[in-house]
């Protein structure tokens, strides 16, 4: 059965940062393609960065580049999407996924002064 727990949401000021986690079982981790989404209040998933098993990373959001990192750690089967210097643009709810096909439950991330 494939589960995928994400943690680490919360609230932070702007310019904070969080780090959210992406535990997953019941399938060979190392061997998919992982994703971040967030979805904006009444709107489409969006992707916002997607790891390939060699953790190679490619993201989709103008505004993540050294801004986020995802990375993955095959040994612990958890994805890793590192938040720093937020901005209050990046509040929304995020979610992991395996290859867009099974998806953890998601994560709220709240941004205020």
């Known amino acids: 059965q494939v589960q995928l727990w994400v943690s680490g949401g919360g609230s932070v000021h702007p310019g904070g940062y969080l780090r959210l986690s992406c535990a997953a079982s019941?399938?060979?981790?190392?061997?998919?393609?992982m994703r971040w989404f967030r979805r904006p209040p009444g709107r489409e998933r969006v992707l916002v960065a997607n790891v390939i098993p060699s953790d190679s990373t490619t993201y989709l959001l103008d505004s993540v580049p050294g801004r986020f990192t995802a990375f993955r750690d095959n040994d612990k089967n958890t994805l890793y999407l590192q938040m720093n210097n937020i901005r209050p643009e990046h509040a929304d709810v995020y979610y992991c996924?395996?290859?867009?096909?099974?998806w953890g439950q998601g994560t709220q991330v709240t941004v205020s002064s």
């Open positions: 019941g399938f060979p981790f190392s061997r998919y393609v």
């Open positions: 996924s395996r290859h867009s096909t099974k």
